[in-house]
């Protein structure tokens, strides 16, 4: 009989855990080229795949290569409304319990242009690097304090590195009698059962974003903040310096402009009104 099945095997070569985990990490992340997607995977679990095999078991997952859209139209005016009440409710009656936004951002190293005031009639050119550097940071703001917030690194945002972002938001709030509020989006990493369960072992209470409600998230508008500060028509010529100035934002700039951040970082929420 024969060996191996006749798509080289690639049936057999990721579990269930890691084909859920990389079913979910190709629906949050963008993959321009299968090669890169078997890269990923080689470094993640050290298997090899072929790019034909790959392509199989993106088929038989139910992937498509197509373009991406723009604009998710997707969201519900009516379920941002009522997370808004629901959230007024949750501040008039949480007292001293601490109520967080939490989110991930991956910033890159390669430069990201943004505006700034040029003068009519001239061109100005930014020096550019296509690096590949990424970061993958985890954050939580208390609306009490913005200028502070709880910022982690991690390898990858997955189920297990959100459970242990939890652990750190326990070493501020070490009172585990005291509940503590998170608010996120319905990313598949933030809805898994691990997280769930563990939220629950550290008395944390998870409160869910209406899907594509990134309006309702205010922790959105300090990455806007730390791209204005940190990245926008920067050049980094290592990574290193770019981590820098990453880190630099969050310790010394963010602090330094906590006065003016309330008018840029608050819940005074926008629905968000569909396209017409």
Not at 106 to 115: E, F, L, S, V
Request: with cysteine.
């Amino acid at each position: 009989g024969k060996l191996k099945p006749e798509n080289g095997g690639s049936d057999s070569k990721l579990s269930a855990e890691q084909t859920a985990f990389l079913i979910s990490h190709l629906s949050d992340n963008l993959f321009y080229h299968t090669r890169d997607i078997v890269a990923f995977v080689a470094r993640t679990w050290n298997i090899v795949f072929s790019i034909p095999g790959m392509n199989k078991w993106l088929h038989r997952n139910g992937f498509t290569y197509k373009k991406p859209s723009g604009v998710p139209h997707k969201f519900s005016e009516e379920k941002q409304k009522q997370f808004i009440e629901y959230y007024e409710e949750l501040k008039a009656t949480a007292g001293d319990e601490p109520v967080l936004f939490i989110d991930a951002v991956h910033p890159t190293q390669a430069t990201k242009i943004g505006y700034g005031w040029i003068r009519k009639g001239q061109r100005k050119a930014v020096k550019t690097t296509g690096s590949r550097t990424r970061l993958n940071i985890m954050g939580a703001l208390n609306l009490k304090a913005p200028e502070h917030p709880l910022i982690c690194e991690y390898k990858t945002v997955n189920e297990y590195n959100v459970s242990r972002f939890f652990n750190e938001i326990r070493k501020i709030y070490p009172d585990y009698q005291q509940k503590v509020h998170v608010i996120l989006d319905g990313a598949g990493y933030h809805r898994s059962q691990l997280v769930k369960d563990w939220a629950e072992v550290v008395n944390i209470k998870l409160h869910y974003l209406p899907p594509y409600s990134p309006n309702l998230n205010p922790i959105e508008r300090m990455w806007k903040l730390m791209n204005e500060h940190a990245r926008n028509n920067r050049y980094f010529s290592n990574s290193r310096e770019f981590r820098d100035a990453i880190s630099e934002f969050f310790s010394h700039t963010l602090p330094g402009i906590a006065g003016f951040l309330t008018s840029r970082i608050n819940d005074h929420f926008q629905v968000l009104k569909p396209a017409s």
